[in-house]
C-alpha cells in the first residue's frame, strides 16, 4: 500500500531485500523545503510546525499511521509512536547558527564554520534580514547591514541548494537530511518511534524527557541517531552509510555489535567510523536517568557546518534503507 | 493586607501599575545579614537555617502562606508553595570560596576573583578563622594564617558591606541578592515557587530533584533564574534589572519572547542581555528530564565574584517589580 | 558465621573493634583474575559475567544473601541488595584502554597514561591480540602489530601482576580493587546495596538509571565510592585508607563530617583528601535527579592509570575495614 512519490518501492510488499530507494525531483524539492526552514538551537518551532503540517498530510500514504505526540509538555519536539515500538529514531531539528549580540557582535549558536562573507538570514522588529558575516582579527564574528538588528535576533545561513548527478550540496543537511532520512523510514515503519529533537548543537535539553517518555510510556531501549557525520581519513563519500563505533562518547559494545551482525547479513553497503570527538543526541541517551543502548548511523558530508555540507546521493539512499532494516531486525 | 516594614506599596492594593519598592535600612540590614552567612557551595546548611527562622517568622506578613517543604529528601534546599503555582523562581544559595588543601594551599570553590591581601574567613577544629589570600608565581592560592588549618575546612570573603547612595557594595550580592529578591516576591506572591537550591557556583547538583518535584508534584514547567548577572558592552548600572536572552545555554525563544512582552506591556525597565559564556540554575533545567522553559531575570553588577561586589539600588528595585509582574503574568 | 578464605575475622562475631583483615595468597588469586579481565568502557559484559558467577559460587559464605539484580534493564551492571539498605556502594567495573581508529591509530578510552612499547592486549575477528603502543611526534597513539585489527576493536595493557611483602602492582587496581573491596565488604554484610556500575572511565552514563533503581525502590540516599584514588602531596602510601573531601566536584559537607566523626570514635586509620581535579561515579550520583549524599573512600596508588600502578596493602586492609564500619554506622 506504499505508494508515496518521493520514495518507490520496488517491489510491492517487499520480502527482506533491501528495496530501492530512488531520490527525484520531489525527494529533492523536500529537501531543500527542509534546509531552507530558519530553525537554529532554541527555535525549533518553525520547523515543527512545518513537519506536523507534513505529517498531517502524508500519513495517509504510510503503511500504520503513528501516534502524533507533541504539544507545551514536549516543548518544540514531536514524537511518532508506530505500532508496537522496540526502538526509537532521534533526529534533531535545530540547525547552528548565530545570535545578534551588542554593537554588530555575533555570538556563535553551536559550533558554525563560515568564511568571511557569508550571507546571514533572520527577521526581527523591524523585517526581514540578510546580513553580512564578518570577522576582527581576533576571530570575533560581527554582521555587516545597513541598520541595526535586535539583540538576540538569530541568523542562519542564506541556502544555496545545488542538486547535482552524485551530490546535494547545501548549508544545514546537518540535520534536515537526517529528518529526511526519518520522513522516509516513516512511510513504511510498522513498530518504532521517531523522535524530533532540538538543541542538539548547542548542548542539548530536550532527549532527556523525550527519552523519559519513550521509556516510560513503552520500555523502549534501543535508539538510532538519524544524523550526519563526516568524511575522514576512515570513512569516504559514495561508500555507505556510516555505523559509528564511537565518537566522543563510547555506545556499549553489545549493541553495536548487533547492529553490525543484521547489515552484514543483509549484505548492504556501511562505513565503520571511529572518533575521538564530536556527541550527537547519543551522549543525552548515555546520560539520560535510563538505560538507553544508542548507535549513531548516518551518512557522511563533506565541509560539515559550513554553508556548503555535501553528501552523495547513495549515501543518503544506503541511510535510508539501512534505518528500514534495523528498525525491523533490531 | 500587605504590612511588610521592609518594602512599603505605595498604593494599598495595587491594580496593574508596578509598585514602588522602596530600599530602606531595615532592607540594607536584611541584605547584609544574608551576605555574612558563611555558605559556600556544599555548605548551605547555615543559610538554610537562616532562612527558615526568617520564614517562619515573616510568612504571617505575606499575602499567602507558602508551604514550607524542605528536609533530608532536599538536602539543604527549601521549596515555598504558593497558591496554585505556574511558574517557579530558583534563586541559589551557595556562595564562591576556597577549600583548605595541604600545606597552606587553597583550591577555589566556583571561581572566585580576589587580589593578594583579601581577608578570608571560615572555622574549624581550632577555632575561628581569619587569614589572608596569598598567590604564588604561578597564580595557586595560598593562605597566610598563625596556625595549620584543618584540611578541607571552607573560606570565604570577610564581607565589607557599603550602603552608599546608589549603589549596594558587597561580597556575594552574587547570590544573597537573588534569594533577598525572592524573599520580596515572597511578600505578595499569590500562585507561584520559590526554590533555594545549592551548589550553583560549582557544577550543581540540586536543580535536578528540585526539577523533579517541582514538575512532578504541581506539574510546573516554567522558570525564572534569580540571580546576578554582570555590567557589559550592553548592560549598564542602573538601567534596569536584566532580561537574559542567552549565555552560555539558550533558552526557548518562543518563552523568552513570552516575559518580553509582558514587561513591554507594563512599561517596566530592562535591559536585554545576550552572552556567550556564563551559566545559572537554568542550565540544569535545561538538561532536566523535565520540560522546563526558563529565563534568566536579574539586577547586574560591577566586580562578579570579587570581595566588592556593587550593584545598583534602582536596578534590584527593578527586579522585584519586575518579578512580581512576571509571577502574575506568566 | 562468617568463613570465606579471603578474609579471615579474627574475632568471630566481632563487637565495635575492627576485624583483622589479612591479604593471603588466595585474596591475591582473585585480585589477578579481575585485573587480567578485559573490560574497558563500553565491554564491562566480561566482567560482569565473572562477578555473577563468582557471587552465585560464594554467597553461601555471606552473612546475608542479597538479591541479585541485572539484566538487560540494568545494562551491564550488576546491584546487589542486602537486608533493609540504608547506604550503597558503588564500584565501578570499567577500566581505560584504546580503540583501534583507521590505519594502525589509537584513540584513547579514557585517559590512559602508558609509555611507547607498553604491550596491549585484545581480540577481533581474526583472532587474539598482542601489540605494541607507539607515539608520533605529536603524541599521538599507534599500535604496532603484524596485521591490521579491526575497527572499533578495544585494546588494553597486558598485565604484569607483582605481589611484593608490602605493595600490590598492577595495570587496572583502578578499579579492580574497588570492586575487590565490595566482594570483601559484601562477606559481612547485613544492610546495603553494593552498585557494580559502568563507563565510569569515559564520561559515565550508569550511575544515574542506577541511583533511579536505588531511590525509587528502596529510598537510599546515601552512597560511598568503592574507588581508587593518587598519592599526592598531601596523602602517602600505606597511612591508611582516603575520605576525599572534594575532588572537581563537593559533597555535602553535613554527610562528610558525619562519616569522619564515625571512623575518629573507631579509631580508625585513614587520610583526608583534598583535591579540585579529579572525579568518580559520585560526580554523577551529585548530578541525578535524587538527592544523594556521596562520599568517596579508597586506597591511594601510585602510578595512576599506567600499567604499573602501585597500592600499599596496609591501605588496602584498612579500605575493607572502613568500609565495614560505615556501611554499619551510616
Avoid at 549580540?101 to 568571511?116: T, V, W
Avoid at 534536515?176 to 529533537?197: E, P, W
Avoid at 544508542?294 to 551518512?299: D, E, L, R, S, T
Avoid at 552523495?312 to 539512499?317: I, M
Wanted: net charge positive; aromatic share 10%; with cysteine.
Amino acid at each position: 500500500m506504499f505508494r508515496h512519490p518521493l520514495l518507490q518501492n520496488s517491489k510491492g510488499d517487499r520480502g527482506t531485500g533491501p528495496r530501492i530507494v530512488i531520490i527525484n525531483e520531489e525527494v529533492m524539492k523536500l529537501l531543500k523545503q527542509l534546509c531552507e526552514i530558519h530553525a537554529p538551537s532554541g527555535e525549533e518551532h518553525t520547523l515543527k510546525e512545518f513537519l506536523l503540517k507534513y505529517i498531517a498530510k502524508e500519513k495517509k500514504n504510510w503503511k500504520v499511521k503513528p501516534e502524533i505526540i507533541y504539544g507545551e509538555e514536549f516543548q518544540d519536539c514531536i514524537l511518532l509512536k508506530f505500532g508496537k515500538p522496540r526502538t526509537a529514531i532521534f533526529a534533531h531539528m535545530d540547525s547552528i547558527g548565530f545570535t545578534v549580540r551588542y554593537q554588530n557582535q555575533l555570538l556563535p549558536i553551536g559550533s558554525p564554520d563560515a568564511e568571511p562573507g557569508t550571507r546571514l538570514m533572520g527577521r526581527d522588529s523591524k523585517g526581514l534580514i540578510e546580513c553580512e558575516l564578518e570577522y576582527d582579527k581576533e576571530n570575533h564574528a560581527f554582521y555587516r547591514f545597513g541598520r541595526v538588528i535586535d539583540r538576540g535576533t538569530s541568523l542562519t545561513y542564506k541556502i544555496n541548494f545545488k542538486d547535482t548527478k552524485s551530490y546535494i550540496q547545501s548549508a544545514y543537511l546537518d540535520n534536515r537530511l537526517g529528518v529526511y532520512n526519518a520522513l522516509m523510514v516513516a512511510q513504511t515503519l510498522k513498530d518504532g518511534v521517531i523522535a524530533f529533537s532540538c538543541w542538539e548543537e548547542h548542548g542539548g535539553g530536550s532527549v532527556p524527557y523525550l527519552a523519559k517518555h519513550i521509556h516510560e510510556q513503552w520500555n523502549i531501549r534501543q535508539a538510532l541517531i538519524s544524523d550526519i557525520t563526516w568524511v575522514s581519513g576512515g570513512v569516504e563519500s559514495g561508500k555507505g552509510v556510516v555505523i559509528s563505533l564511537r565518537d566522543r562518547n563510547i555506545p556499549r559494545k553489545k549493541f553495536v555489535n548487533r547492529i553490525i551482525e543484521i547489515v552484514q547479513k543483509k549484505k548492504l553497503d556501511f562505513q565503520l567510523e571511529v572518533e575521538g570527538m564530536g556527541s550527537s543526541d547519543g551522549r543525552e541517551l548515555q546520560l539520560s536517568p535510563y538505560p538507553f543502548d544508542w548507535c549513531f548511523v548516518g551518512a557522511p558530508q563533506q565541509h560539515a557546518h559550513t554553508p556548503h555540507e555535501k553528501v552523495h546521493k547513495s549515501d543518503v539512499k544506503s541511510m535510508i534503507t539501512l534505518y528500514e532494516h534495523l528498525m525491523k531486525g533490531l
